[in-house]
């Protein structure tokens, strides 16, 4: 597990940035491959995200900016800023919500 200072993953709901955002802050690193990671936010980020009424809600809503501090290599290279990229695909959420707990005040 891993916690990301600062904004260094933030989702976006427009291209431009001027929507709603969302700064990543915790979750696990994998590398998959010599060129490939998995990220995988922790379940308290989920949960911040699907509070977000516009952000994440279609393939249109749905942005990710990684700036250089995001990846650092063995050598000390920052990743190049990666600017705001649009997702590639996109699948709704399907999870209902769950009523755990309520208070009745009588």
């Known amino acids: 597990s891993m916690l990301l200072g600062g904004a260094k993953m933030v989702l976006e709901s427009t291209s431009a940035g001027n929507g709603q955002d969302f700064n990543v802050a915790a979750g696990t690193l994998a590398y998959t491959s010599a060129r490939t990671a998995l990220f995988t936010m922790a379940q308290l980020e989920v949960f911040g995200i699907k509070l ?13 900016h990684l700036n250089a501090d995001f990846i650092v290599d063995m050598a000390g ?30």
């Open 52 to 64: 977000q009424d516009t952000l994440f809600t279609s393939q249109q809503t749905t942005h990710i």
């Open 77 to 106: 290279v920052r990743l190049q800023d990666s600017g705001i990229s649009p997702a590639t695909s996109f699948r709704a959420d399907a999870t209902a919500p769950v009523l755990l707990t309520y208070l009745l005040n009588l």
